[in-house]
T-cell receptor
């Protein structure tokens, strides 16, 4: 079935360690996105990418890094520079500018807890 | 970037229509309004979207004011399963693709 797969679903790390969250999609979508959600809050955009080997910072990119080496994959690294990394991370994709509807499809999320 | 404002919470009786408002007073002419809902911290699910005309699908109706500064999502016959957080989102073009800006959402509780 087509969709977005995020892994791991739950992750615990010690403070100061870098962590990489995986996001894979088989929807043949051009655009991919990473959002962060804190308890009781909305989603905030971290990074987005419209094409392979190109990506842009969102509203809260500090302390995060991404890569887009393949169309299907958009991993997010939470670095030790991120002050408050404990959060729920959501990956999404869309067909980008090719179509008007532009619906965002989301993965099931990764919950990161820094101890 | 256009921002959205929503009431933090609403209650609705089961079987009645749920009307969820959203203010997007800074929206520009080519920016779409999308609605998503999120249940139990799962990934948000698409409900409906529109530009300036009212829209209806099997899940809901979207009413956009003529000046496009606000919209209302209508769930015609709310059920207990509709209890969720509902997000009103503005999508705007940027750098060859689109950005989707989420508000803080409305927590809808459907009461039996």
């Amino acid at each position: 079935d087509g969709g977005i797969t995020q892994s791991p679903k739950y992750l615990f790390r010690k403070e100061g360690q870098n962590v990489t969250l995986s996001c894979e999609q088989n929807l043949n979508h051009d655009a991919m996105y990473w959002y962060r959600q804190d308890p009781g809050q909305g989603l905030r955009l971290i990074y987005y990418s419209q094409i392979v080997n190109d990506f842009q910072k969102g509203d809260i990119a500090e302390g995060y890094s991404v890569s887009r080496e393949k169309k299907e994959s958009f991993p997010l690294t939470v670095t030790s520079a991120q002050k408050n990394p404990t959060a729920f991370y959501l990956c999404a994709s869309s067909q980008g500018s090719r179509v008007d509807r532009g619906e965002l499809f989301f993965g099931e999320g990764s919950r990161l807890t820094v101890l | 970037d256009a921002k959205t404002t929503q009431p933090p919470s609403m209650d609705c009786a089961e079987g009645r229509a749920a009307n969820l408002p959203c203010n997007h007073s800074t929206i520009s002419g080519n920016e779409y309004v999308y609605w998503y809902r999120q249940i139990h911290s799962q990934g948000p699910q698409y409900i409906i979207h529109g530009l300036k005309n009212n829209e209806t699908n099997e899940m809901a109706s979207l009413i956009i004011t003529e000046d496009r500064k606000s919209s209302t999502l209508i769930l015609p016959h709310a059920t207990l399963r509709d209890t969720a957080v509902y997000y009103c989102i503005v999508r705007f073009p940027t750098s060859g693709t689109y950005k989707y800006i989420f508000g803080t959402g409305t927590r809808l509780k459907v009461l039996a």
